[in-house]
């Protein structure tokens, strides 16, 4: 079943989000998808993917952050801290429904996967992760995503625009010294990060020391033809059973 649902975050502003309930309305599994930079809940990819774990049993919550979709607020309001403060909004929401909040898995896409690594450092009901295309070394790929007159005029004018997006001052200032590539490696819990080698946003090499890294709880995967939004269908079908796979052990 899969029900629109709202709920506060911190400044009291309206978040959306579709709750997915498994047919087994007992089950202590519980999922939380974050969408990336510019994203939102209805991306072909989050859909399918709750879908497929709701029907093995979980429940499932994909939500826009403030400013994204149809949540309220401005996107030039966009923080780390605030959407961090969105996801912890959305796990006290699943409390009050009467949801099992012990032993949460997060997925996170692209800038999303930043939000879920700082929420797991620091909330010990995370039982795992899965990261897609993650931007986790935010410090770098600044460099890649803006030029040396964007940065300029952004230090300048307090903002910048840039395609359909308009870049802080104050953002910029969260990630431009931020790299949670170690991060990620050395949390206690099992994580999983799929990667496409066609990702032009995220290019592959970035996530490389992750490859080298990998342990028994840790694993790197990498596909050939993913790009960053996994958008075709096979990507979808592969996404989408890679982490149903993950969670279930």
């Keep these: 079943m899969e029900t629109p649902v709202t709920f506060r975050n911190k400044n009291g502003l309206q978040l959306v989000g579709i ?7 007992t089950s202590d599994k519980t999922i939380i998808l974050c969408h990336g930079f510019g994203g939102n809940k209805t991306q ?18 994909r939500f826009d952050f403030t400013g994204h979709g149809d949540s309220e607020g ?3 309001d966009y923080s780390i801290k ?3 403060d969105d996801l912890d909004c959305a796990v006290e929401f699943l409390k009050t429904q009467n949801i099992n909040i012990d032993n949460i898995g997060l997925v996170g896409h692209s800038l999303g996967a930043v939000i879920s690594v700082l929420y797991a450092k620091e909330h010990k009901n995370v ?6 295309a993650s931007a ?17 005029d952004l230090k300048l004018n307090g903002k910048v625009d840039i395609e ?27 994580a999983l990060i799929i990667h496409g080698k066609k990702d ?16 028994n709880t840790f694993n790197v995967e990498i596909f050939d033809e993913m790009d960053h939004d996994f958008k075709d269908l096979k990507s979808r079908k592969i996404i989408k059973e890679r982490i149903a796979d993950w969670f279930l052990k």
Excluded: G
Excluded at 127 to 132: C, E, Y
Excluded at 136 to 152: D, T
Excluded at 200 to 209: A, H, L, S
């Design 19 to 25: 709750l997915h309930t498994p047919k087994i309305e």
């Design 44 to 61: 072909k990819m989050f859909v399918d993917t709750a879908r497929f774990l709701c029907d093995n049993n979980f429940y499932v919550l």
């Design 74 to 76: 401005i996107y030039t």
């Design 82 to 84: 605030n959407e961090v």
């Design 127 to 132: 039982s795992s992760l899965v990261l897609l």
């Design 136 to 152: 986790l070394n935010q410090k770098k790929l600044l460099l890649l995503w803006y030029s040396k007159e964007q940065i300029y």
């Design 164 to 190: 359909k997006y308009t870049i802080t001052k104050e953002f910029f200032d969260e990630v431009k010294d931020m790299d949670l590539t170690l991060d990620v490696s050395k949390l206690k819990i099992p």
């Design 200 to 215: 032009d946003t995220v290019p592959v090499e970035y996530i490389m020391p992750l490859f080298i890294s990998q342990t």
